[in-house]
Structures are given as C-alpha cells and as structure tokens.
C-alpha cells in the first residue's frame, strides 16, 4: 500500500462523534489549546514583521477544512489571498463550502502546481506528523521551499512527541525539521499544554492550565518559524 493511501487510512480512522467533540470550541479544553496558540502566532508574526497579513499570498498545507485560513481572513489577510491544499477530497470540499472565497485544491503536497516564489507565508501545521515515508516528508519539504518566496516564511505548527494514545502521528524533533529544511534559518519555540492535561483541568481551573504551560517539558509541540537564508 502506498503513503498516500497510508494517509486516508491513517485520517479515515479519527472520523468518529468522539473527536468531533474533543475538537469543540464548546471543550473548554481544546479551547485553552487555540487561544494560547492563536496569542503565540500573532505574537511570532508580529516579531518577524508579518503583523500587515493585507499584501500577503499565504498557504495552508494540508490545510484540512481551511480552519487555519479562515483565522487568518480575521487577521487581516485577502480571502483572494488564501489558499489551501490537502490529500482529502472530503476536507477539501468542506473547505470550499465554508469558505467560497478561498482557493482550496485537492493535491499531494509533493506537486502543488504553484510557481516558484509564489507564497510570502507557507502553514505546515499537523501534517508531517501524519507521514511516516521520510522521502515523502522530504519531497513535500522541497515543495514548501520552492513555493516560498526569498524572504518568505515558513509557519510550523506540529507535535514533538509521540502521541500513546493515537499510533497514526509520530513526533518530529528538531534536528529531523531541521534536516528537512536545510540552509535556513529557525526560531523554535515549545507550546500546548499536553492536550490530556488540558481537557481534564480546564472546565476546572484556566488559570491552573497557565501555571502548568510554563512547564516545558509539558508542552507538546513545536511552534516554529523557518526561514530561508539570505545569499
């Protein structure tokens, strides 16, 4: 069986009533992990002076359901800015559905059709973690990098442990982003309170989530920006 039909298989299997729930802006929990998340992005891209999203060509690979670009329409971008691509044709035509106008197509990330240096911010957010082939994740990191502009950015969201509890995702250390991106320029910061922690503390106490994601150790993933460097 080939990766990408390891990739269905591997999404096809979190389609139950039961994740629908976890992932609820209702779940106090899953959303302490968005905020926080959402406060670090904004905080980063203001850092690297991405805080007038207006005249960007932004991203999405494996953009799911276009949540990601819908959040960045409320930060200032052009829906005719935004584009997004995934392996799944269900996401992409509930993508579509919710957000007419975005640019959404269904595509291995190993052959976007883009030009070069066409995007000023490219989103990898949970989607190497679901590709276990090394070729893949490297072609598909050759393709970010070409679609990126010279002085664009790459936004890296993803988890840097294995997860017990869900075989489908393996962690992605440093040194394999690293090695995926070679010849660029990286800002690694560790976020997410261990979502587990989350789910059960927050209908409890937020404040007590704060306290615990000061931890390091605790936090789960990587919120990284990759950037290409200047020759």
Known sequence: MSEI????KRY????????????????????????????????????KGFESLGDKAILDVG?????????????GAKPESLFGVDLLEERIEEARRLSPNMSFTCASAEKMGFGNATFDLVIASTCFTSIFDGAMKGGIAKEILRVLKKDGLILWYDFRYNNPWNPDVKGIKK????????????????VTLAPPIVRFLAPISCLACELLATIPFLKTHYLAVIRKKNK
């Open 5 to 8: 039909e390891e990739i269905k």
């Open 12 to 47: 096809g299997r979190r389609k139950t009533t039961a994740v629908k729930t976890v992932y609820s802006y209702f779940n106090t929990g899953n959303l302490f992990i968005v905020q926080e998340r959402q406060r670090k992005i904004l905080g980063l891209l203001k850092q």
């Open 63 to 75: 953009c799911g359901n276009g949540g990601w670009m819908r959040d960045f329409a409320q930060w």
């Open 175 to 190: 040194p394999e982003i690293i090695e995926l991106f070679r010849d660029c320029e990286y800002d690694f910061k560790s």
